[in-house]
């Protein structure tokens, strides 16, 4: 939904006001020709703020108030927010309102009111996504466009709103890029396509695009990439995203992993729930979210983003158990399992990265079920060889509701992923599965501050939750742009 950051609620033109409340809490001041009807009404109904309650009364202007609750204020997190976002979302699609207004009171934990506004309403913007780009037979066709004006607090002046919107609408932006790659079916999505579409979001923000396709990435000597390829029709494309604002003084090299199907190739996935494999582009996705997000809100940060992408596929020409790679670094890897490819292909990727001296690297993947088991949806692993990295994403996780927890990459998990006949092998096996796949894409990372996030159990959800449609959730962009702002404060 479009949203607009106010000061002042115009009641006569808003179809449904929504106004979060938290338990025992009866903050109204922001709305003072309505306290007294709010107050009367929640009275009458025993309007606790319970997380799940939510009473709706008619009035003349606007014609219906809601009260949504949050639960107890000491509790407020993001997460509740978003959850009462996505019930207002729903609410207002179903009863056919075109122009809400939302109050929320309080602002975020850890955030003053200007960043707390900023947070809310790039949340508020994603509340009402769903991808029905393929659903032909529409029953809401007719429906117009939800449009939402966020009321914030007096105490910000005009001049802060405007750059909250910005920041906010740029930061919208970026996510639904994620979630619409991701969403979309991998016949559509190949990594043709999805080189065409960087190359676009490229073009609209004024960034660098270059797509190396199969001959450039043989040229370059991409073992990783080439093999993972060999089982599909699709040709592999590497994409390089270059923004170069000026008077960068940081230098930071986003890295995504973009599988746009993986069958497991000849060490096959079980065919329930294979259909799911079309996200494990999501952190290929995540980069150009990202890089999308900084161009449009002109951070003073210089950017790379390295996107290497395949289907990984059987065939009579795929790679197999047993092969030996020699990678773009010249390092050698015995394949024994078909299935472990997004390290194969990242692993080039982060050479190629290294290459270029960051101060930074960040990579994304869908890497391992392992991080599922371990941390479910709730959080992304995250793998570092700096602290001081790691921390600081974690608070900037924090603040905008991408929360991260830290793993081990220690070198003695290295004896897992030794070969007889290679320099290392591409799996560990089943036991700290996770920490094994970063500890093998350690070794091709030469930068003193990096940091892997395992987006697996975050970048798509299998069914809609309280908080948002199913799918794809843009994971990656908000935690990232905030770290990148945190560079230039």
């Given at each position: 939904?479009?949203?607009?950051?106010?000061?002042?609620?115009?009641?006569?033109?808003?179809?449904?006001?929504?106004i979060?409340?938290?338990?025992?809490?009866?903050?109204f001041?922001?709305?003072?020709?309505?306290?007294?009807?709010i107050s009367?009404a929640i009275?009458d109904?025993?309007?606790?703020?319970r997380?799940?309650?939510?009473?709706?009364?008619?009035?003349?202007?606007?014609?219906?108030?809601?009260?949504?609750?949050?639960?107890?204020?000491?509790?407020?997190?993001?997460?509740?927010?978003?959850?009462a976002?996505?019930?207002?979302?729903?609410?207002a699609?179903k009863?056919?309102?075109?122009?809400?207004?939302?109050?929320?009171p309080?602002?975020?934990?850890n955030?003053?009111?200007?960043e707390?506004?900023?947070?809310?309403a790039?949340?508020?913007?994603?509340?009402?996504?769903?991808?029905?780009?393929?659903?032909?037979?529409?029953?809401d066709e007719?429906r117009?466009?939800?449009n939402?004006?966020?009321?914030?607090?007096?105490?910000?002046?005009t001049?802060?709103?405007?750059?909250?919107q910005?920041?906010?609408?740029?930061?919208?932006?970026?996510v639904?890029?994620?979630r619409?790659l991701?969403?979309?079916p991998?016949?559509?999505?190949?990594?043709?396509?999805l080189?065409?579409?960087?190359?676009?979001?490229?073009?609209?923000?004024?960034?660098?695009?270059?797509?190396?396709?199969?001959?450039?990435?043989?040229r370059?000597?991409?073992?990783?990439?080439?093999?993972?390829?060999?089982g599909s029709a699709?040709?592999?494309?590497?994409?390089?995203?270059?923004?170069?604002?000026?008077r960068?003084k940081k230098?930071?090299a986003?890295v995504?992993?973009?599988i746009t199907f993986?069958?497991?190739?000849?060490?096959?996935?079980?065919?329930?729930?294979?259909?799911?494999?079309?996200?494990d582009?999501?952190?290929?996705a995540?980069?150009?979210?990202?890089?999308?997000?900084?161009?449009?809100l002109?951070l003073p940060?210089?950017?790379?983003?390295?996107?290497?992408?395949t289907?990984?596929?059987?065939?009579?020409?795929?790679?197999k158990?047993?092969?030996?790679?020699?990678?773009m670094?010249?390092?050698?890897?015995?394949?024994v399992?078909?299935?472990?490819?997004?390290?194969m292909i990242?692993a080039?990727?982060?050479?190629?990265?290294?290459?270029?001296?960051?101060?930074h690297?960040?990579?994304?993947?869908?890497l391992?079920?392992?991080?599922?088991?371990?941390?479910?949806?709730?959080?992304?692993g995250l793998?570092?060889?700096?602290?001081?990295l790691?921390?600081?994403?974690?608070?900037?996780?924090?603040r905008?509701?991408e929360?991260?927890w830290?793993?081990?990459?220690?070198?003695?998990?290295k004896e897992l992923?030794?070969?007889?006949?290679a320099?290392?092998?591409n799996s560990?096996g089943?036991?700290?599965?996770a920490?094994t796949?970063?500890?093998?894409?350690?070794?091709?990372?030469?930068?003193?501050?990096?940091?892997?996030?395992?987006?697996?159990?975050?970048?798509?959800?299998?069914?809609?939750?309280?908080?948002?449609a199913?799918?794809?959730?843009g994971a990656?962009?908000r935690?990232?742009?905030?770290?990148?702002?945190?560079?230039?404060?």
């Amino acid at each position: 939904m479009k949203v607009e950051i106010s000061r002042e609620a115009k009641l006569s033109k808003i179809d449904h006001l929504f106004i979060l409340a938290a338990e025992k809490s009866r903050d109204f001041d922001l709305l003072p020709a309505l306290a007294g009807s709010i107050s009367q009404a929640i009275k009458d109904a025993r309007f606790e703020g319970r997380s799940d309650e939510s009473i709706t009364i008619l009035s003349d202007a606007p014609r219906k108030v809601t009260l949504v609750g949050l639960g107890k204020l000491k509790s407020l997190s993001i997460r509740g927010v978003r959850a009462a976002f996505h019930t207002i979302a729903k609410t207002a699609k179903k009863q056919r309102d075109r122009n809400i207004a939302v109050v929320m009171p309080y602002a975020l934990p850890n955030l003053g009111a200007d960043e707390s506004v900023r947070v809310l309403a790039e949340y508020l913007a994603g509340a009402d996504y769903k991808y029905d780009a393929y659903i032909t037979v529409k029953k809401d066709e007719k429906r117009l466009p939800l449009n939402a004006t966020l009321i914030a607090p007096q105490s910000l002046d005009t001049k802060t709103l405007r750059r909250q919107q910005k920041q906010a609408q740029a930061i919208a932006d970026g996510v639904r890029t994620v979630r619409d790659l991701g969403n979309a079916p991998g016949n559509l999505v190949t990594p043709t396509f999805l080189a065409n579409r960087a190359a676009a979001v490229a073009k609209e923000t004024g960034v660098k695009c270059t797509i190396y396709r199969r001959q450039a990435i043989e040229r370059m000597k991409m073992g990783g990439l080439l093999a993972v390829n060999r089982g599909s029709a699709e040709e592999p494309r590497f994409i390089v995203l270059q923004y170069t604002p000026p008077r960068a003084k940081k230098h930071v090299a986003l890295v995504g992993k973009g599988i746009t199907f993986d069958s497991g190739g000849i060490s096959i996935k079980p065919a329930d729930k294979m259909e799911e494999m079309k996200f494990d582009m999501c952190g290929a996705a995540a980069v150009i979210g990202t890089i999308e997000a900084a161009a449009k809100l002109g951070l003073p940060v210089k950017i790379t983003g390295v996107i290497p992408s395949t289907e990984n596929l059987p065939g009579g020409r795929a790679y197999k158990p047993g092969d030996i790679i020699t990678m773009m670094s010249g390092k050698t890897v015995e394949i024994v399992n078909t299935d472990a490819e997004g390290r194969m292909i990242l692993a080039d990727a982060l050479h190629y990265a290294s290459e270029l001296k960051p101060d930074h690297i960040i990579d994304y993947a869908t890497l391992t079920g392992a991080c599922v088991v371990a941390l479910g949806s709730e959080a992304a692993g995250l793998f570092s060889n700096n602290d001081e990295l790691a921390q600081k994403l974690i608070e900037c996780g924090e603040r905008v509701g991408e929360r991260l927890w830290r793993l081990p990459e220690w070198d003695s998990y290295k004896e897992l992923i030794r070969s007889e006949w290679a320099d290392m092998k591409n799996s560990g096996g089943r036991w700290g599965g996770a920490i094994t796949a970063a500890v093998f894409l350690k070794e091709f990372v030469n930068c003193p501050s990096w940091a892997h996030l395992d987006i697996a159990g975050t970048a798509n959800t299998e069914g809609e939750t309280p908080r948002q449609a199913r799918g794809a959730t843009g994971a990656g962009v908000r935690v990232t742009v905030e770290f990148l702002q945190s560079l230039s404060r």
